[in-house]
């Protein structure tokens, strides 16, 4: 009778060891390995932690952007609307280029000057309130519709480069520095008005010079 029992009980161990909810009592971390010693599966589909040490046919390209001494260009540009100052001059470079110069009249200054003797709270006002500034067009189009339009206190929209220019005085030998607005190809020179008898361009005129 024991034995029996006992071969009847084999049959039903081996059902439960078979089941499902008894080998895994929460179905759904069926699917999760807890194992890390699980070696990975075989085929196509296999992931190595091993770097690819197979070269590249066909690489990114690595743009290396250089600076200038050692330091990041920056953005050194600037916008002004002011009074031209002075009737354009024409001059040429060392290297035969020609440039076209005058000067520009904007506010922004501190004023730490006193009045001369004979001169009305006016007149310093005006005098103090304005500060000049250098500018220098480039482009050659666009240099000659500066010095044939530009007069004394035309109203003039730009835009360009913050520059400093260092150089050697001719007359006594020492060494100065100008900072100026350079107008070159990515500059923007627009006339909003004019002074009297300045004449007006054509909007054909500035179309052909690239500017608007």
Not at 4 to 14: N, Q
Not at 16 to 45: E, R, V
Not at 65 to 71: A, F, T, V
């Amino acid at each position: 009778m024991a034995a029996f029992t006992s071969l009847s009980r084999t049959p039903l161990y081996r059902s439960l060891l078979s089941s499902s909810s008894f080998l895994n009592p929460n179905p759904f971390l069926s699917s999760l390995h807890f194992s890390t010693t699980t070696p990975p599966p075989a085929g196509d589909d296999a992931v190595s932690d091993e770097p690819d040490s197979t070269p590249n046919p066909n690489p990114s390209p690595q743009f290396n952007r250089p600076l200038e001494n050692g330091l990041d260009p920056g953005v050194y540009k600037a916008i002004m609307v002011g009074r031209a100052g002075q009737k354009p001059v024409q001059k040429t470079l060392r290297s035969g280029r020609t440039v076209v110069l005058f000067s520009l009249g904007t506010g922004g200054i501190r004023n730490n000057r006193r009045p001369l003797d004979d001169e009305e709270p006016r007149e310093y006002a005006d005098r103090c309130s304005v500060q000049w500034h250098r500018v220098s067009v480039y482009p050659e189009r666009l240099a000659d519709l500066a010095l044939e339009h530009v007069k004394p206190g035309s109203i003039l929209y730009l835009e360009g480069n913050l520059e400093t220019k260092v150089f050697s005085d001719p007359v006594n030998g020492l060494v100065r520095r100008i900072r100026e607005i350079a107008l070159r190809r990515d500059g923007r020179l627009v006339f909003l008005s004019n002074d009297g008898d300045a004449a007006q361009l054509e909007p054909a005129e500035l179309a052909r010079a690239g500017y608007y």
